[in-house]
Every structure is written in C-alpha cells, then in structure tokens.
T-cell receptor, first 111, second 116 residues
Framework: QKEVEQNSGPLSVPEGAIASLNCTYS??????FFWYRQYSGKSPELIMF????GDKEDGRFTAQLNKASQYVSLLIRDSQPSDSATYLC???????????FGTGTKLQVIP | SAVISQKPSRDICQRGTSLTIQCQVD?????MFWYRQQPGQSLTLIAT?????????ESGFVIDKFPISRPNLTFSTLTVSNMSPEDSSIYLC?????????????FGEGSRLTVL
C-alpha cells in the first residue's frame, strides 16, 4: 500500500486558470507536508510546506491541509506555461525524521 | 539555501562494475540523504549519512550494495556496487534546510546512471 498517493496526470489547464493538485497520505501521525516542483531533467525544488490544518498562501501558490481527511492539496492560481512540471507531494512520517514522496502529478499549462 | 554539487552528472556503466558518486555541500550539515529516482517513479530514500557514524539504510537497501562514506560535514559518497540494469536510475544527494524541520530539502543536480 502506497503511503503517499497522487494522480499521475497529466493535468492540463489553460494559461491563467487555477491548477489543483491533490495528495492523500496514510500515516495519521504525519505532521509536516511539502510540495516539490520538478522540471523535466532537473532535481526537485521545494515550493511550499504546511504544518497546520487550513490554507497557507505564498504568491500564486496555496497549500491546503486537512489532517482529518489525510488530504493535502496545492492550488496554483493564474497558471503559467512555466508552471508546467511534475509536482511531488511529500510527507514527513511523524517522529521518524523520514520523508516519503508521492509519485508526482504532471502539470501541463497550455498557452 | 545550500549549494550541492554532484559528480558525475551522468555515466554509462557496464554490468558488474561499481561507480562512486560524490556529493559536496557548500556548508556544514549534520545529515546528508541519498535518494534514488527510477524512470517514471518518485524519490526513494536509500540511506541517511551522518558524519562520524555508520549510514542508516532504508528497507530494501543494504550497505554491501550501496556503501556510503561521510568523511566530514560537507562531503559524502555513494557507491553503487556490482551494477545491473535495474540500477539504472537518477541518484540524488540531499540536505535539509538549516534550522528547518525534517522534509525541507535541497537536492543536488543528480547523477544519471545507465547500466548496460
């Protein structure tokens, strides 16, 4: 059973639209949640992290966390072609200092 | 942010040989992490390397196959031993952001290995 699940996509959205990326996790003890962006042929880059239930906004990005539902999402407003990448959800397993990554959702922003 | 340099960036290797990947960080860090990303897959943690102690390996990874060195606080190596085509992958070195919680990671550029 996968510990962190994401839809592999591709998720295609038109330029200027809102892209919504979703992730579920199995470890109820998880406390820290991360979104990484990975361009093709490049290494992952941390773009958002969230530790508390609710929303966290940073520019065009909003991370949403619902621990009761074991669900974390990333919203990208005003999507740009430069946002086209694979987005990896990562979850820290409570107390183990271990981060588990999902398989990623490929986002395509169509000009 | 940390600057992480990995060498080699890519290599083509023959079955049965071994290859050592080097990771250099521009600041002193306690833990360094080695990940593998197989084609079309996500990142899988191989081991955590602490300076001055044995590396801690994740389930499914063993020291004989992936020996790790950590001679100081800025450098680590990962060796992929007795390679087979199944070892073809991108290997990534990673460190945590200073003062941050677990999971806020910086990654090196990766080392793409192809085993024939």
């Amino acid at each position: 059973q996968k510990e962190v699940e994401q839809n592999s996509g591709p998720l295609s959205v038109p330029e200027g639209a809102i892209a919504s990326l979703n992730c579920t996790y199995s470890d109820r003890g998880s406390q820290s949640f991360f979104w990484y962006r990975q361009y093709s042929g490049k290494s992952p880059e941390l773009i958002m992290f969230i530790y508390s239930n609710g929303d966290k906004e940073d520019g065009r990005f909003t991370a949403q966390l619902n621990k009761a539902s074991q669900y974390v999402s990333l919203l990208i407003r005003d999507s740009q072609p430069s946002d086209s990448a694979t987005y990896l959800c990562a979850v820290e397993s409570g107390g183990y200092q271990k981060v588990t990554f999902g398989t990623g959702t490929k986002l395509q922003v169509i000009p | 942010s940390a600057v992480i340099s990995q060498k080699p960036s890519r290599d083509i290797c023959q079955r049965g040989t071994s290859l050592t990947i080097q990771c250099q960080v521009d600041s002193q860090v306690t833990m360094m992490f080695w990940y593998r990303q197989q084609p079309g897959q996500s990142l899988t943690l191989i081991a955590t390397a602490n300076q001055g102690s044995e590396a801690t390996y994740e389930s499914g990874f063993v020291i004989d196959k992936f020996p790790i060195s950590r001679p100081n606080l800025t450098f680590s190596t990962l060796t992929v031993s007795n390679m087979s085509p199944e070892d073809s992958s991108i290997y990534l070195c990673s460190v945590e952001r200073a003062g941050a919680n677990t999971g806020e990671l910086f990654f090196g550029e990766g080392s793409r290995l192809t085993v024939l």
